[in-house]
């Protein structure tokens, strides 16, 4: 029979009670400014759904009536440097941070709703009624809340999506050591979701100063708790991972002060993350007025006994007990919260008609739809742009790879902001092909090695760069991980600057090679240009050259928008002219490069397959025009050279190594046949591979890609299409 | 039911031609493959024949009729046993250049089996590309070659595709272009409108036939486009009159199997110079130079209606009296009009030999698209040098007109003497 003892979690976890003495001893002015909050959040959640059941609000109404205390009780506990964000349902933690930002001595009952205070209440109604002067200009809505200002770093419909994000606002405090933290809020329903277990390890494992902030309501949508998971006890997910947790009852808001003010000893002193767990109930359904019962899901009877525990009602009768109030105090509190509401509501309705309508005059115009999905590059604006033509440094003969870890180590040396991260990246000599050799020797606290969790720590990368103080450089080990992060990478990253109104930056470098031909089998096989370039907000670029990959590099780093740097390990260990003695020169995002002129026929290509591409013309001797694309984004496809060059040609056929399903060269073509279809004497012609992913066999593989084979292939239909063919 | 006559198109590119006259007038009983009229081309004059066999019923373009576009029903047939009032849905068409309209009293998709292979695209220049008769399904081009056709005035109707699915592609609307430069000539065609006859000047009238314009357009385009340079050289004939003068004597009498001038033996020679020197026998395209595989001769030949030259097709593998034999023949017939298409189309090289008119020497212009024209002057007697004595001999004089963009000064002078050795000592004409 083996001998087992019995093994204990390494990372505290406590349940936090208050006491009548704790109510006691609790500051008056933190009791006034609770109040305050709860019935001012209280009264805008009434109006807000007082004003979807006019219609009048766009899309769903998340209301937190009855569970605004967690809110409250924790971001009063906070510094205005301090950052939160939140979920679908987070209208209390938006007003809460942001009633403490702007009232800073704190708020009183009899006096509560100030002109700053009166400017937030109408201006957050105003951005969920997807209005010009919300704080988003009207693109975020209920669900896409950001005052950046105020320390809300933007709220999310994606079910536990902020969460990475958040952690990388906690990486940026801690790597600029001010001792502030983030608090992510969600709920029982994303416990369970990859991001956020996967944050919880990674923010753990880099200590990083970040509160989970479970708001337990019991009810994912309609689905209870105790169905979606054996261990209810949601604050116990702190064992897996080595985090100090608190459960607590999150209708008393000093339950939830205390316990976030003990938890924010430890994240201020660099203890790393904590989870608070804060029992709570929404009086009415998902969305909407309807309370859940209506519903079926849960009984009246439940909710009777979680409306009796009002918090409102708590913190008042408390205060009454103390006599820091009286209850004509409450009454006039409620009526200047309601009426304050009825005055925001006012301002931005036009009551003169049957029924109230928006004022025409404050919606977004339309032509604002395509607004910051990108920038506009001023941050380039006076670099010395340098084609390799005009190179007046030291070329010499060396690997690509060697370029790859070479500029980058020239740019962390100039550039303290810049880290690095991705699985392995700071051992085996520079990462599984030598692209950060040299990285993690230089600069041990800027190249970080993951644990295997693309969606976590790429989204991680975006929360830093979003907070703009670091510029993080993440690499994908392979490109078909994308599908893992793919929240993340297409969700978050590229939407927010567009989803939050356009004000905040993403410079964030993600490096990924295409391993086709390395046997790495279906799974690791693809071509993500195709893919990236379906999502608004990334910037593409990708090198055939390595003095190209300096240059492009230099530009992407400087760049305030994410950008996918594709690599290939095809060209890893070719030897080209590279430079050496000058790594600081640019070459211009959205400019592509004609690498062979001719005459017949415009072949457009990137990264491995260019110089393919020029070998393939010159064994047939087609008078092709090559061109290096570069820029591969929607945004960045350079219409003047190509556009040059197809009114010169007529014939176009665009080459590419990977499956013909994710194919990049949809996008050319479309855009192609579209722009120019009166300079064109036959169809867009493509060189792709097959339709599978490429197998591990390598006679497979090769079938699956397009190579040299398929490129003359390509260049004898081009020709044999406008009447002639070759020999 | 009545069968539509309509103007066919006989040759690649044909739109219009003159309906010279009706060989049949109304009432007359014809038979299937009868001719029914004769229509006159920019080269040839052409028979119409009839389809079926039934009765004329109907003349709807009378014999005459200059600028006839292609397509046009310029006649009914009637069927055998049809009386006069199924003529009654047709009537001449208000302007010849206009399709005819299809007034037609029977539904639409009633099938006229007999009219429905005959009717080609209608030339619709005044149109744009849209032609409202053609039934055979739309004309499938690329962007840029409906473009380009747009801009060159050319109908793609006309244009036979060599793409995909016979698809028209730019490559073949520049061929077009060249092989029937109707807009680019224009501005020539306009200068010389320009040059009229002086006021009150006495003139008589003569309408250009679609040759004589098509002569002047061609000519007019070689002499501005092409860089036209001349070689002259004298040749000593007298061997290769002394050998003419034997061959023809043994085929004397009433059985005479051929008869040789010296023009045949030029033919003949230049024939066998250009298989020695094949860089003459070519023609320029902006892509490449287009060399000839075989050697079609074209000797020009004088015509009432104009210059027409047709064509000896591989002169060079054809013996003297086989050539000589078939430049009598297409003579006669292009005097005739009655060259048929692919006797006066292609051909890599021309001859033109004003000898017979006592011409001492003179320059031609090149018959695009070949790259190369001789011109042949007299016979004539004159003091040659011999073995450092002189003597009186028969010198004939040639000029080469090249193109210089396909045939350099010294290719030329090359191909002129070895036709002049050829000619000198025909003994060489055997190896």
């Not at chain 1, 979690?9 to 500051?27: I, N, Y």
């Not at chain 1, 017949?600 to 290509?605: G, K, R, Y």
């Not at chain 2, 053609?134 to 595709?161: H, K, M, T």
């Not at chain 2, 000539?185 to 250009?208: F, K, L, T, W, Y």
């Amino acid at each position: 029979m083996p001998r087992s003892s019995k093994l204990t979690s390494a990372a505290p976890w406590r349940e936090l009670v208050t006491t009548d003495k704790d109510w006691q001893a609790a500051d008056p002015g933190l009791l006034r400014s609770s109040l305050v909050d709860l019935h001012l959040i209280r009264a805008f959640e009434e109006k807000v759904l007082e004003l979807a059941g006019q219609g009048l609000v766009h899309g769903p109404a998340h209301s937190s009536i009855g569970q605004e205390s967690g809110a409250v009780g924790s971001a009063l506990t906070l510094r205005a440097s301090d950052q939160i964000n939140g979920s679908h349902r987070a209208h209390h933690q938006f007003l809460a941070k942001c009633l403490h930002y702007v009232s800073p001595e704190g708020m009183d009952p009899a006096n509560a709703v100030t002109a700053p205070v009166h400017e937030l209440l109408q201006k957050t109604l105003a951005e969920i009624m997807g209005l010009a002067q919300g704080y988003c200009r009207g693109r975020g809505g209920s669900m896409h809340l950001r005052w950046g200002d105020a320390g809300v770093l933007g709220t999310n419909a994606i079910v536990g999506g902020g969460v990475p994000m958040a952690a990388g606002a906690a990486w940026s405090h801690r790597r600029a050591g001010t001792g502030d933290v983030t608090i992510t809020y969600f709920g029982d329903g994303a416990i369970n979701i990859g991001s956020v277990l996967e944050t919880m390890n990674l923010a753990a494992a880099w200590k990083l100063p970040l509160c989970f902030f479970i708001e337990n309501n019991r009810y994912a949508v309609s689905t209870v708790v105790d169905e979606a998971t054996a261990e209810p006890r949601l604050s116990a997910r702190g064992q897996a991972f080595g985090i100090p947790s608190w459960k607590i009852d999150g209708m008393d808001p000093l339950a939830v002060y205390l316990a976030t003010q003990e938890a924010l000893e430890i994240m201020r002193s660099g203890g790393g993350p904590t989870i608070i767990e804060a029992d709570v109930y929404r009086f009415f359904h998902q969305n909407g007025p309807l309370p859940g019962s209506a519903f079926g899901y849960r009984t009246k009877d439940e909710e009777n006994e979680w409306r009796a525990r009002d918090p409102l009602d708590r913190v008042g009768s408390e205060m009454i007990k103390r006599k820091l109030i009286d209850e004509a105090g409450i009454k006039s509190l409620r009526e200047q919260a309601q009426a304050a509401m009825e005055a925001a509501a006012d301002e931005l309705l036009d009551k003169s008609g049957a029924k109230p309508a928006v004022r025409a005059d404050l919606w977004p115009t339309p032509d604002f739809r395509d607004a910051h999905i990108r920038g506009d590059l001023s941050e380039l604006d006076g670099v010395r742009y340098v084609e390799q033509e005009q190179f007046q440094g030291k070329l010499e003969e060396h690997k690509f790879v060697d370029s790859v870890a070479d500029v980058m180590h020239r740019r962390m040396s100039k550039d303290e902001r810049i880290v690095v991260m991705g699985e392995d990246v700071h051992r085996l000599k520079g990462g599984t092909n030598g692209a950060t050799r040299g990285l993690s020797q230089d600069f041990p606290d800027r190249c970080l090695g993951t644990p295997i969790s693309e969606n976590a720590f790429v989204g991680l990368g975006g929360g830093i760069a979003m907070d703009g103080r670091y510029r993080p450089v993440v690499e994908f080990m392979y490109p078909d991980f994308m599908w893992v992060a793919a929240d993340q990478v297409f969700n978050q990253i590229a939407k927010a600057r567009h989803m939050f109104g356009g004000d905040s930056a993403m410079p964030l470098v993600l490096r990924t090679k295409v391993a086709m031909g390395t046997g790495y089998g279906s799974q690791h096989s693809m071509d993500p240009a195709g893919i990236f370039a379906t999502s608004p907000g990334w910037r593409i670029v990708a090198a055939s050259t390595p003095y190209d990959y300096v240059g492009l590099m230099n530009s992407a780093l400087q760049c305030e928008d994410p950008v996918l740097v594709i690599e290939h390990t095809d060209l890893y260990n070719a030897k080209f002219p590279a430079p050496v003695d000058d790594l600081d020169y640019y070459i211009p995002l959205g400019k592509a490069k004609v690498v062979r002129p001719g005459k017949d026929v415009t072949v457009l290509t990137y990264l491995s397959l260019v110089q393919t591409s020029v070998e393939a013309v010159e064994r047939l001797s087609v008078d092709a025009e090559v061109i290096d694309l570069r820029s591969l984004d929607r945004a960045g496809l350079d219409w003047e050279t190509i556009g040059a060059s197809i009114r010169k040609t007529n014939n176009v056929l665009v080459v590419e190594q990977g499956s013909v399903g994710t194919a990049y060269g949809v996008l050319l073509g479309d855009e192609v046949q579209r722009r120019f279809f009166d300079y064109l004497d036959q169809p867009v012609q493509r060189v792709t591979g097959g339709e599978a992913s490429p197998s591990i066999s390598k006679v497979l593989e090769r079938a699956a890609c397009a190579g040299p084979e398929e490129i003359e292939d390509g260049l004898r239909l081009v020709m044999a299409q406008q009447g002639r063919p070759l020999a | 039911m009545a069968i539509k006559i309509e103007l066919p198109s006989v040759a690649a590119g044909m739109e219009e031609a003159t309906l010279v006259r009706w060989v049949k007038v109304e009432g007359d009983q014809v038979s299937k493959g009868e001719t029914l009229a004769e229509m006159e081309t920019d080269k040839a004059v052409m028979e119409l024949e009839t389809e079926a066999d039934g009765v004329l019923g109907r003349i709807l373009v009378p014999g005459g009729s200059e600028g006839v576009t292609v397509g046009t029903m310029i006649g009914v047939l009637l069927e055998p046993g049809e009386d006069e009032s199924a003529l009654a849905a047709f009537q001449a068409p208000s302007a010849p250049s206009e399709p005819a309209a299809p007034a037609s009293p029977e539904p639409e998709t009633a099938p006229e089996p007999q009219a429905a292979p005959a009717q080609n695209p209608v030339s619709a220049e005044s149109q744009g590309q849209a032609s409202a008769p053609e039934r055979e399904g739309r004309v499938f081009a690329s962007p840029l070659a409906r473009r380009l056709a747009n801009e060159y005035g050319l109908d793609l109707s006309g244009i036979q595709g060599s793409g995909p699915h016979g698809r028209i592609v730019r490559l073949d609307v520049e061929r077009a272009r060249e092989a029937a430069p109707v807009q680019a000539a224009a501005p020539a065609a306009a200068s010389i409108q320009a040059s009229s006859v002086p006021e009150g000047a006495r003139v008589e009238r003569i309408p250009n036939s679609g040759m004589r314009k098509t002569i002047a357009r061609r000519l007019t385009e070689s002499k501005q486009q092409v860089p036209h340079f001349y070689l002259t050289m004298e040749v000593d004939v007298e061997e290769m009159l002394a050998l003419r003068g034997r061959l023809n004597a043994k085929s004397s009498g009433a059985d005479r199997k051929y008869r040789l001038s010296v023009n045949d033996i030029v033919v003949y020679a230049a024939a066998r110079a250009l298989r020695r020197v094949p860089d003459v026998n070519a023609s320029w395209s902006e892509e490449a130079i287009l060399r000839y595989l075989d050697v079609d001769v074209c000797v020009a030949v004088a015509t009432e209606g104009g210059l027409v030259t047709p064509v000896i097709h591989e002169a060079d593998r054809k013996g003297l009296a086989e050539i000589s034999g078939e430049i009598r023949d297409l003579a006669h017939r292009a005097r005739a009009g009655k060259l048929a298409p692919a006797e006066y189309q292609g051909g890599g090289f021309t001859i033109s030999n004003l000898g017979m008119y006592g011409i001492r020497e003179f320059s031609a212009i090149i018959n695009p698209p070949q790259a190369a024209i001789l011109a042949v002057g007299a016979v004539e007697k004159r003091p040659v040098v011999r073995n450092d004595q002189l003597a009186v001999g028969n010198v004939m004089i040639m000029t080469l007109s090249s193109d210089h963009r396909v045939v350099d000064g010294a290719v030329g002078a090359r191909f002129l003497a070895e036709l002049r050795a050829l000619l000198e000592d025909p003994l060489e004409l055997l190896v």
